[in-house]
């Protein structure tokens, strides 16, 4: 193929021309911003918290009754009346149920006739006695003959003895009739009507609890007892010689504890299906009633008797339980929301005196409320940044504003 000739004073002038672009390229870019310098981003740091704290361990629980009364007839009659409204609370002596007591009434009424006519054959045979002392010491009659007198009068006075009894009993039975509450507390519901016969010591007619105080029911495995009762030996652990041992008590919707309860029972052997011994302890259980307010029992007003009712805890409910393994030492604490973590280890920020952030990876401790204990990594007296932890990294100036002392 024929190459075309190319003009030769066609390439001074193709130069020039790209030479002009670039010129005019170069003279239309802006120069690049100055560069600005980052301000110290702003933090909120705080001091950590030095107190005592006391070594735990956590188990799970359940709340129970302090008395679970099963109400039965002591006799056999028919229920003729119920007293109370399901799920009532009352207090000790209150009326349950009446149970028919027409036939117990009127053996009672024998029982006090025969002892009226026990009473005045005794006095009939008092008066014959004296009558008898007096013809003895005249000789008008025998000694067999007194002697006889004085046996009736004896035999007299056991007779109202026996009524007596015989009344006393006949008005306990009848007393049964009328069914009251040995206890204050919550009744459940009336499991028979009236019109029913009902069994002597046989036939449940209502089940009563007693809620205040209330139990809190929990197990200890074999391992950690084995190395709490180890810990005691040692001396690390007060024995419950030395001073009643005493758990923490948290509910299912609270982060801390906010209930003690003093270890009233310790069973005495494990239980063989799951290896665990149970223990038990006992606290108060407020009352949910306001100043100014009703309390509320099962959805309606409570009133009467009743204003005391209202119970924050009911038997059966979940508890978290606090148990102390070691005698109280001073820790470091600083806030919850200070940690953080990285590839699964624990860190925070402290600064230093430049105010410049310093990256520590922490050992952590027991929870007390919203602080956490720090068993390795900060010391008292540092400042540990508790907010703004994703503007800090490690060496970076901030802008520390104090916040106050951390509380739990």
């Not at 000790?92 to 002892?115: H, I, M």
């Not at 008590?249 to 003690?260: C, I, K, N, P, R």
């Not at 919850?336 to 600064?351: P, S």
Request: aromatic share 6%; proline share 6%.
């Amino acid at each position: 193929m024929t190459q075309l000739p190319f003009p030769a004073l066609a390439r001074p002038a193709a130069a020039f021309a790209l030479g002009l672009l670039v010129a005019v390229a170069l003279g239309c870019a802006k120069p690049p911003p100055p560069l600005v310098k980052a301000s110290a981003p702003d933090v909120v740091v705080a001091l950590p918290v030095v107190k005592g704290v006391t070594d735990f361990e956590d188990f799970t629980g359940r709340t129970e009754a302090y008395k679970v009364v099963d109400v039965k007839p002591q006799l056999t009659a028919l229920l003729d009346r119920v007293h109370f409204k399901d799920g009532a609370f009352l207090p000790e002596g209150t009326p349950l149920f009446d149970l028919d007591a027409r036939f117990y009434k009127a053996q009672a009424d024998g029982a006090d006739a025969s002892l009226k006519l026990s009473r005045a054959k005794r006095d009939l045979a008092k008066t014959l006695l004296n009558t008898a002392e007096k013809s003895r010491d005249q000789g008008v009659i025998s000694a067999d003959e007194y002697a006889k007198t004085a046996a009736e009068f004896q035999a007299a006075e056991a007779a109202v003895k026996v009524a007596e009894y015989d009344l006393e009993k006949a008005a306990t039975t009848l007393g049964y009739t009328r069914i009251k509450s040995r206890y204050t507390g919550r009744l459940g519901k009336a499991m028979v009507d009236p019109g029913n016969v009902v069994k002597e010591n046989e036939t449940v007619l209502t089940r009563l609890v007693v809620l205040d105080p209330i139990y809190v029911v929990f197990d200890i495995d074999e391992r950690t007892l084995l190395r709490i009762r180890r810990l005691v030996a040692e001396g690390r652990v007060p024995s419950a010689r030395e001073s009643p041992i005493t758990v923490r008590v948290g509910l299912a919707d609270e982060d801390g504890y906010s209930f003690t309860a003093p270890l009233t029972f310790v069973d005495n052997q494990l239980d063989v299906g799951t290896g665990t011994l149970r223990f038990r302890g006992e606290m108060r259980n407020p009352t949910l009633q306001r100043a100014g307010l009703p309390a509320v029992v099962g959805g309606a007003a409570a009133t009467g008797a009743d204003i005391n009712a209202a119970r924050l805890l009911s038997p059966g409910m979940f508890v978290r339980v606090r148990f102390p393994v070691g005698r109280e030492h001073p820790a470091v604490l600083i806030p919850e929301e200070a940690i953080g973590a990285d590839q699964g280890q624990r860190f925070v920020f402290v600064l230093n005196d430049k105010d410049e952030a310093q990256y520590r990876r922490v050992q952590l401790g027991a929870q007390e409320g919203r602080l956490r204990v720090i068993d390795d990594g900060v010391r008292p007296g540092e400042r540990v940044v508790v907010s703004g932890l994703q503007r800090v990294r490690a060496g970076l100036k901030v802008n520390p504003k104090a916040a106050p002392t951390a509380k739990q």
